[in-house]
């Protein structure tokens, strides 16, 4: 049987010195009825093109014999065809297979194959297929396409960002179920009204955008960075951070965006609250309060600059 799935045509010719002349073979598909080994050979040929590329091999393979005659048995049993090949793929075919097969004796004692039948049964293997390829591949894309979706709902359309929601359910996560240090960056552009009534909206766009891109290239693969109002941004940088480490941070921030607003022609500035977390002790509602109190702070102080939330 090995043989027969394999698609592989050395190991398929030298099955014919086994098989009548006459065999009756049956498959699953509709189009697998064949009489005759010139038929059979029509078919296989067929099936190796489409097999191309696929490895298949048998597993748990099980096999008994029935004697009908002095010369004439029935051989019947099952197998699992798998394919060899999974990296990289999600859904992966298996074909639970049952055979059936009436061999007979020849005087000199070879074994020929008179008939077989052998059923997979998988409602998705459609019509001339060699194996439930379209149901693979479409599976597959229906993956591929909700991986997609599920990013898609994650993300702020405009900035590529986590939007709120999404940036409050990453950053509870790591404060409530990994228990993480790290510093809170809660990030508000300026008199940003005055770009929007000065500059157009579509200049006020595209400094939403600009900014989204420098919080993004300051957050690494561990830290999340999100849009959570209509200017206003959130950082989460993971880890045991210093004081300091948190201020050059900010400056930077601070410094970058300042660039964006000179190269467009603008007044306005950024402002930050900073909070640490240590050990998640703060809950993410909480954290962002405190960020808050801060960010409200270094706006009283005449923006353009940042400040640490201080334990009152």
């Given at each position: 049987?090995?043989?027969?799935i394999s698609?592989?045509q050395?190991?398929?010719e030298?099955m014919?010195?086994y098989?009548?002349p006459?065999?009756?073979v049956?498959?699953t598909?509709?189009h697998?009825?064949?009489?005759?080994?010139?038929?059979?050979i029509?078919?296989?040929?067929?099936?190796?093109?489409?097999?191309?590329?696929?490895?298949?091999?048998i597993?748990?393979?099980?096999?008994?014999?029935?004697?009908?005659?002095e010369?004439?048995c029935?051989?019947?049993?099952?197998?699992?065809?798998?394919?060899?090949?999974?990296?990289?793929?999600?859904v992966?075919?298996?074909?639970d297979t049952?055979i059936?097969?009436?061999?007979?004796?020849?005087?000199?004692g070879?074994l020929?194959?008179?008939?077989?039948?052998?059923?997979v049964?998988?409602?998705?293997q459609?019509?001339?297929?060699?194996?439930?390829?379209?149901f693979?591949s479409?599976?597959e894309e229906a993956?591929r396409?909700?991986?997609v979706?599920?990013?898609?709902?994650?993300?702020d359309s405009?900035?590529?960002?986590?939007?709120r929601?999404?940036t409050?359910?990453?950053?509870s996560?790591?404060?409530?179920?990994?228990k993480?240090?790290?510093?809170?960056f809660?990030?508000?552009?300026?008199?940003?009204?005055?770009?929007?009534?000065?500059?157009?909206?579509q200049?006020?766009?595209?400094?939403?955008?600009r900014?989204?891109?420098?919080?993004e290239?300051?957050?690494?693969?561990?830290?999340?960075?999100g849009r959570?109002?209509?200017?206003?941004f959130?950082?989460f940088?993971?880890?045991?951070h210093?004081?300091?480490?948190g201020?050059?941070?900010?400056?930077?921030?601070i410094?970058?965006?300042?660039?964006?607003?000179t190269?467009?022609?603008?007044?306005?500035?950024?402002?930050?609250?900073?909070?640490?977390v240590?050990?998640?002790?703060l809950?993410f509602?909480?954290?962002?309060?405190?960020?808050?109190?801060?960010?409200y702070?270094?706006?009283?102080?005449?923006?353009?600059?940042?400040?640490?939330?201080?334990t009152?």
């Open positions: 049987m090995e043989s027969y698609g592989d050395m190991k398929i030298k014919f010195e098989l009548s006459d065999i009756l049956i498959g598909g509709k697998e009825f064949y009489h005759g080994l010139e038929s059979l029509n078919g296989l040929q067929k099936d190796q093109k489409e097999a191309e590329g696929i490895d298949f091999i597993r748990n393979e099980w096999y008994e014999a029935k004697l009908v005659s010369d004439v029935i051989v019947y049993g099952e197998f699992e065809a798998g394919e060899s090949d999974v990296e990289g793929k999600q992966v075919i298996n074909m049952r059936t097969a009436v061999v007979h004796a020849e005087i000199n070879r020929v194959i008179d008939s077989l039948h052998h059923s049964p998988y409602i998705y459609q019509e001339d297929e060699y194996y439930p390829k379209t693979a479409q599976a993956m396409r909700s991986a979706l599920e990013k898609d709902i994650q993300l405009m900035t590529g960002l986590f939007n929601k999404f409050e359910k990453h950053i996560r790591l404060l409530t179920e990994e993480a240090d790290g510093l809170l809660l990030l508000d552009l300026d008199e940003f009204k005055k770009v929007n009534d000065q500059k157009g909206h200049a006020g766009d595209a400094l939403i955008k900014t989204a891109a420098v919080l290239e300051h957050a690494g693969d561990s830290d999340i960075a959570i109002g209509g200017d206003e959130m950082l940088v993971k880890g045991v210093s004081r300091n480490e201020t050059q941070i900010a400056d930077q921030l410094e970058k965006i300042g660039i964006i607003f190269g467009m022609d603008l007044e306005q500035s950024c402002s930050i609250g900073i909070v640490r240590r050990k998640g002790d809950s509602t909480k954290a962002y309060h405190n960020a808050d109190k801060a960010l702070k270094a706006k009283e102080e005449g923006r353009g600059t940042y400040c640490w939330y201080e009152e």
